[in-house]
């Protein structure tokens, strides 16, 4: 499975970007992760493959939304009153399993910066 993220961006603290994720293939369950320099990746949201379940950090819960649609092969994160610790390199993740954890993903996109300046 090719991931490809876009969307990243310089955007003012409460300003909202929405990220967007296209997969070559159907069937999987899709993730956000974030990497702040010099830290693992860790997770943001994670949707699954029907779009009926979603789980996410607290850290982002009530300010961003993850969605897909099925048709384009794309899912989204949706990211509204940005903070600047919210600063990060954004990946995209596909895979079977339903997990928070790194390891557990097959699939990668290519990062896409996220900068929130206060």
């Known amino acids: 499975v090719q991931l490809q993220a876009s969307g990243g961006g310089l955007v003012q603290a409460g300003g909202s970007l929405r990220l967007s994720c296209a997969a070559s293939?159907?069937?999987?369950?899709m993730g956000w992760f974030r990497q702040f320099p010099g830290k693992e990746r860790e997770f943001v949201a994670l949707?699954?493959?029907?779009?009926?379940?979603?789980d996410y950090a607290a850290s982002v819960k009530g300010r961003f939304t993850v969605s897909r649609d099925s048709a384009k092969n794309t899912a989204y994160l949706q990211m509204n009153s940005l903070k600047p610790e919210d600063t990060a390199v954004y990946y995209c993740?596909?895979?079977?399993?339903?997990?928070?954890?790194?390891?557990?993903?097959?699939?990668w996109g290519q990062g896409t910066q996220v900068t929130v300046s206060s």
């Open positions: 293939s159907s069937g999987y369950n």
């Open positions: 993740g596909a895979g079977t399993g339903w997990s928070r954890a790194i390891h557990d993903w097959s699939y």
């Open positions: 949707i699954s493959f029907n779009g009926r379940s979603t």
